[in-house]
């Protein structure tokens, strides 16, 4: 009697798997282009359902931790005003309540949500909800503290890449943990270039860790890249997304517009389709033209 091995490249993610031979788990990173609007959340929240995104994404911080205390009471000018630094955190930092009623709205929208949380803190706060998932900025790829946090939370664990040397990667896959982490490459630039992107780190990373789904997170414009990614094997696709690149917002720039985010999702699955399984076959739609063309017929018996 033979028993199956479960693959050890598929992570769960509520109801959905993602990995080699599942569809490619594809999610719009909202992160704080709501810029502190519910309403601007549940329009993109909107975006990406109507778009066939998996999930989208959110950005949680406690601020007083984030936010460098000599940084609390430089004044900016915001949308709202000119105000301290702290507060425009907070300003643009959803509470309890807001993520209530997002976690209501995407459950109506059948659209998963999680978020990137930046302390333990904000470790705790999401742990009040059932997400399907964690996910660790670039920029908190060395904060063994958070990672430790994240690992003790039994979900899985979105691991980017970006700004990055091996060695920190690999410090943090041992932090974490790899059998409940997914890797994503990212180039931590917004907007990224194209000569920055790298795309064939996916496929040194699929060779480094052989046990972990490698993903891809992209912050370049346009989508043709983030189309490549797909091709050379990323199981996991995440683009900023927003509702007009020129809304106020450090992201919005390197973000995808909902008719963007729709056209990428369709041509992710049609990548997906194309790739196959790799088993070279005849397809019964050549035999009417094998009959017409090829003079010498063959052998067709399988090898």
């Not at 769960?12 to 788990?25: D, K, Q």
């Not at 041509?267 to 739609?285: F, P």
Request: charged residues 25%; hydrophobic residues 40%.
């Amino acid at each position: 009697m033979t028993v199956d091995t479960p693959n050890p490249r598929l992570r769960t993610f509520g109801s959905r798997t993602a990995g080699p031979g599942r569809p490619v788990y594809v999610v719009g990173e909202i992160g704080i282009n709501h810029n502190g609007d519910l309403g601007n959340a549940f329009a993109l929240i909107d975006a990406a359902a109507d778009a066939g995104c998996d999930a989208v994404k959110f950005q949680k911080r406690t601020p007083e931790i984030c936010t460098p205390r000599d940084q609390w009471d430089i004044e900016r000018d915001t949308p709202w005003g000119r105000m301290t630094y702290i507060d425009y955190r907070h300003r643009v930092e959803f509470g309890e309540a807001e993520y209530r009623s997002i976690d209501e709205y995407c459950a109506k929208r059948g659209i998963d949500w999680f978020a990137s949380p930046w302390d333990t803190e904000a470790v705790a706060f999401l742990e009040k909800f059932d997400v399907p998932a964690h996910k660790v900025a670039s920029a908190s790829l060395t904060d063994d503290e958070l990672l430790r946090a994240l690992r003790a939370t039994g979900r899985t664990v979105v691991l980017s890449t970006g700004m990055s040397t091996p060695k920190q990667i690999r410090h943090a896959v041992e932090v974490l943990g790899s059998d409940n982490i997914l890797l994503c490459h990212a180039t931590s630039t917004y907007p990224a270039k194209a000569e920055e992107l790298n795309l064939r780190v996916i496929n040194t990373l699929q060779e480094e860790y052989p046990n972990v789904p490698i993903g891809y997170s992209g912050h370049e414009t346009g989508l043709q890249t983030t189309l490549a990614a797909v091709a050379l094997g990323a199981a996991f696709v995440e683009r900023h997304i927003t509702l007009d690149r020129a809304m106020w917002g450090s992201d919005q720039a390197a973000s995808v517009e909902p008719g963007g985010l729709a056209r990428l999702v369709r041509d992710i699955r049609t990548i997906e389709t194309a790739l196959g399984d790799g088993v070279k076959r005849v397809y019964e739609s050549e035999l009417g033209p094998m009959k017409k063309l090829r003079r010498v017929r063959g052998d067709l018996a399988s090898v």
